[in-house]
């Protein structure tokens, strides 16, 4: 079974403190897989795009990287302001499918 | 530029009813999808247009319509509503199916008593 799988489900750090999110896959055939942000009340908002296991992003504190399993988006030295939920969300071959993930919320200290 | 744009923000529904959900871009793009979000669950697909006169079903389309007449305009319907279609609604644009680049709009919180 296709399956995207976010973890922590929640993570709590005091500002400044680095950290990464998870997002393992299990899909038949990826096309590509990409990071969302979502703020409370308001819709997602496109972070990142990987296509290939080696390829990593980079977004101000926020870097994004893909295995052939799994990515990871790591958190540099956070603000209070990188508080959201951030979803993963993978493009499956066949049919072009989309498959989100439950998501992480972030919650930093200030 | 205003992006995609959702009507209703809140709707508070009897069962049996229906109603339509609104959905508008500006950005001339072709594919545009409807999602719900249950808490404890992922985004799931209902329904997607890869352009005017084309429609699909997603995931979950059961009690769910849509028709797309313009490239601005993708409108959901809910034939008559049920407490399981209790959610919040998001609309999203992009330029191709393939295009992982999505704008959302701001989503409609739907209560169904």
């Known amino acids: 079974e296709d399956q995207v799988t976010q973890s922590p489900e929640a993570l709590r750090l005091q500002e400044g403190e680095s950290s990464s999110l998870n997002c393992s896959y299990t899909v038949s055939g990826l096309r590509g897989l990409f990071w969302y942000r979502q703020d409370p009340g308001k819709g997602p908002e496109f972070l990142f795009t990987?296509?290939?296991a080696g390829e990593e992003k980079e977004k101000e504190r926020l870097k994004a990287t893909l295995t052939k399993k799994e990515s990871f988006l790591h958190i540099t030295a956070p603000k209070p302001e990188d508080s959201a939920t951030y979803l993963c969300a993978v493009l499956m071959n066949r049919d072009d499918k989309i498959i989100f993930g439950k998501g992480t919320r972030l919650h930093i200290l200030p | 530029n205003a992006g995609v744009t959702q009507t209703p923000k809140f709707q508070v529904l009897k069962t049996g009813q229906s109603m339509t959900l609104q959905c508008a871009q500006d950005m001339n793009h072709e594919y545009m999808s409807w999602y719900r979000q249950d808490p404890g669950m992922g985004l799931r697909l209902i329904h997607y247009?890869?352009?005017?006169?084309?429609?699909d079903q997603g995931e979950v389309p059961n009690g769910y319509n849509v028709s797309r007449s313009t490239t601005e305009d993708f409108p959901l319907r809910l034939l008559s509503a049920a407490p399981s279609q209790t959610s919040v609604y998001f609309c999203a644009s992009s330029y191709s199916k393939r295009n992982t680049e999505a704008f959302f709009g701001q989503g409609t919180r739907l209560t169904v008593v």
């Open positions: 247009s890869v352009g005017a006169g084309i429609t």
């Open positions: 990987l296509y290939s």
